[in-house]
Nanobody
C-alpha cells in the first residue's frame, strides 16, 4: 500500500529555515506528481507547491522566492526547503501523491509534520 511519511517540522524563529521531507513507498514514485499542502488552525488546507514527474514546479504566491520543492527519485523522497519563515507559515504541512489513476485511488496523503514559527 502507498505510504507517505513527512518529517522535518519544528519550532523555528521568524527568519529561519526548515527543510521538510516526505518519504514515499508503495507507489511508482517516478511517475507521480508530488505536492506539499499546509493547513493552519481554523483555515482550509492550501497548496504550497507541486512538482511533476519530470521535475516541473509550481508554487503558491506566498511560497514563491522563499520555498523550493525538489524530488529525489533514487530515494523516493520529495523535499520542501523553506527560507525566511514568518509566523504566518505556522501550519501542519502535508505531502500528497497524485497517481493520476482513474481506476484505483488517485490521491494519497501523509500524516503531516508541524511547522511553528515564533515571532
Amino acid at each position: 500500500q502507498v505510504q507517505l511519511v513527512e518529517s522535518g517540522g519544528d519550532l523555528v524563529q521568524a527568519g529561519g529555515s526548515l527543510r521538510l521531507s516526505c518519504a514515499a513507498s508503495g507507489v511508482a514514485f517516478s511517475a507521480v506528481f508530488m505536492s506539499w499542502y499546509r493547513q493552519a488552525p481554523g483555515k482550509q488546507r492550501e497548496l504550497v507547491a507541486f512538482i511533476t514527474s519530470v521535475g516541473n514546479t509550481q508554487y503558491a504566491g506566498f511560497a514563491k522566492g522563499r520555498f523550493t520543492i525538489s524530488r529525489d527519485t533514487a530515494k523516493n523522497t520529495v523535499s520542501l526547503q523553506m527560507n525566511n519563515l514568518t509566523p504566518e507559515d505556522t501550519a501542519l504541512y502535508f505531502c500528497q501523491a497524485d497517481t493520476g489513476s482513474r481506476i484505483t485511488q488517485r490521491y494519497y496523503w501523509g500524516q503531516g509534520t508541524q511547522v511553528t514559527v515564533s515571532p
